[in-house]
């Protein structure tokens, strides 16, 4: 039940949506550059922090919905992608950022992301890929390079990496994005346009463990990831696919956007009556039907 | 294993026949099932009570399939123990059933399709009915074979004719007057041959019954635990396709939608589950439906449900294990893993439906119980039930009762009080039972709307700055925040914000806390599956995991003493008491009944809340009877172990594990055994 309030402009600042616990991350740690975008790019929306909800897994960015004052979901290891989609059916009306990590995201939540991409789940999706396991102190992830050696792959991995990007385009995600930590004002455009965008959002973004993961280091990144050339066409599909692919740069931008695709949202409530009927008028007409 | 005893035999007069049981056996697809239900509607119409029973092959295409149909003048339980009637509609038909067959039994069977009579034959009768013959050269009308049978059938029975015509009339009606008057043909043609070839066919008439029972609907097990979910305000179910609960889900997802809400197939069962804890953190009643190869994946969620607090509706339709076991046969083997699965020490209500019937009512308890105790509920039914169509009375739909879930209310927070001060109970129908003498239906607050005025960021921090916000109560607010081990508070953010005025997991009394939903305002919070303190903030020490641990169990010690009444039935005064669960109750029930035509007085039970263990139901009858009879469909007695963590002494134990339903002629053997004793 709504009262009517006076009608008031709420300025919001960047302040409103930290909530008052301390970040749990090490010093140095790339997920502060995401930290300070997300609350720049939801200070630029000014939506109310009641009606945000952040999700996550499990993992050292997974803990991200602690430190925002919105409503939060942090779940179990890979499976923020179908806790989010039980919320958008749910209530289709808040604002959902879904966060995690590269171990979380790809690893055992690979699955998940593919339905989440095909249904074109209406969120937006940020994953801190610091090509690690760092909150169980450094193992190999599934976007480390062959040959990372860690304290499960002494002998250096073996997998070839999982590409985020072009897996997000061929399971059907419209708006695939990379960014880098480094860059937060460009990563807070990406997250911002992400969250307006009327579909699955999804920003692989750059995001170097300093405490475990010694080769893909901020200066890694700096050195290897540069901007989408200027005449990038991110309508085309296939041009998309061919800069997502490329590891020598690694494109950071919005390589790829389509506002066209309904959502799943939009195709669920569709299905639902446009004249409601109670459960017990439901019922009455099952009964006859069964007697 | 115990063997299995001959029925009592009595005289099968013209008067006092009450039953029959009938069964076709068949290939899967050629007619076995549309010929069963047939017969099962044209008795129902004809006023009598049906029970059936089904056995489909695991795979698609071809095997044997057999449909049971038991029609009474009087009240069924089971589907039976002996067939009075075979119609097998081929050799594998014969094979495969006929050992069944009673002593007197008659068989019919498809001309020409069974030629191999190879079980001695003794007192049973041989009838070839030429049902292709007629259907395919007389009635050039191949695919009316079924209803030919049927014709046949209800000659034989001596059922009104009228009623049945009406029934043809309706089912054919919308596919034009020339098919319903080809099947009237055929039906006519049946019932016919059977008076020209069964002289003495009044020897297998039931007696139509006395009073017509009004208001009946036939239904199956899952559909009837489907129409309870709508019932009990579900809203939202989210599943994977799995034998046998598949059903739930297909009905749901036809019928959802007329009431606003939402039916979505996952890709698998995690999903799904993670799905229902999404939606029910919005608010939502929210469900999934599987079986137990899926609520093994489904473990890790529940955990995080129960840890969580998160209400959610888990309908396990068991079905022989382990593993991939045998995905169309009955079994009872999923009560330990609904009970105990999970790692750590995870709240959770196990419920078990007795019968058809009361699938509709435990389904709404399931949710009511959910919502009040923000913990997950497992629905424990069972193949039996699930593939089970009867004849019951149309549920009550006055008796519904509803009970919404604990909210936040954002007043609370602008009025200064934190959870501690909130009468948990306020806005709580505590009576949870959805069967009952009270009637009202209670308020339904499903809805997850936004927009709700309280607590916005001026009004916290004009508290802030008011007398709440002094320095001194700052000081004991500092160290309530910065309590235990765990996420650090940063004390001038939290200062400025005059403290989380809002507790998720406030301690109170019956365990249970207010909860908020996204969207009111003061009532943010990040759930989680971490332990945490009352402000849902991640904490790992002593003092912090024992108080939660303990408001957890707080809350199932209240959700007890609201168990939906137990099935009870018999002479209370017995000494020889059947304790049982699930579907297994309706044989205890039919057990009784003969153990009292012999003269053995005997008492049954059968609790409907498996889990927490609803003592104060069975104390007395534990304690009281000389001996406790425990008869279940799985190997290890997991009841009756349940029953041995709390209760000293021993029980005597039926056990079937061979995937077919416990008959009532086992229970009765036991029954006779401790009878002899005394």
Redesign the interface.
Known sequence: METIQQVKIVERTTEDYKSDTKPTWCPGCGDFGVLNAVYSSLQMKGKDPKDIVAVSGIGCSSRLPFFMSSYGFHSVHGRAMPVSTGIKVGNPNLELVAFGGDGDGFAIGAGHFVHAARRNLNICYVIMDNNIYGLTKGQASPTSDVGFVTKTTPRGSQDVPLNPLMLALSMGATYVARAFSGKPKELADMILKGMEHPGFAVIDVFSPCPTFNKVNTFKYYRDEAIDLPSDHDNSNYFQALERAANHDPYYLGVIYENKDKPSFEDHVFAKVATELQTPEQVLTDLFKKFS | MVAIAERPTEEQTLESRHSIIIRFGGESGEGVKSTGELLTQVAARAGFEVLTFQTYPAEIKGGHSIYQVRLSSEQLYTEGDRLDVLLAFNQEGYDKSYEELSADGLLLFDEGNVTDFHYPQQGKRHVALPLTRLAKEELKFELGKNVVGVGMLSGLFGFDVEPINRLITEKFTRKGEDVVAKNKKAFEVGYRYIEEIFPDRVNYHIQTPTTQRA?????GGN?NLS?GA??G?CT?I?GYPITPASDILEFLAA?L??????A?Q???E???????????????R?MTCTSGPGLSLMV??LG?SGMAELPAVIVNVQRAGPSTGMPTKHEQGDLNMAVYAGHGEVPRIVLAPVSVDDCFWRAIDAFNLAEAYQVPVILLSDTVLAVRTESIT??D?SKIKIVPRLTFDPQDSLNGKNGETINPNQNANTDVSATGNASESGSIDNS??????GA??EVIANIAGSELGQAANMQNDAKK?NDGEG?????E??AR?G??LYQRYAITENGVSPMS??????????????EHNEFS??RYDVASHTKMTDKRARKLAAAVKEAPAPYRVGDPTAEIGVLTWGSTAGVAHEAMDMAAKLGIKVDVIAPRMIWPIPTAQLDDFIASKRVVIIPECNYAGQFANLLNTHYRRDFVRINVYGGAPIRSSEILAEIQKANDQH
């Open positions: 208001d009946t609907i036939i239904v559909q129409m709508l019932a305000r939202h989210f019928e939608p007329k009431v606003g809400g939402v979505i996952a890709e698998d995690i999903a799904s589950m993670g799905m229902v804890l999404g939606a029910s953190y919005t608010g939502r929210a890790e969620m995080l149309r549920p739909l997850a709307t936004g927009g709700t005025p916005t960021p925040v996420d650090e508070v940063d004390l953010i939290a914000r403290y989380e939903i996204p969207g009111q305002a003061g009532g943010q919070y990040t759930s989680t599956g971490l903030r991640p």
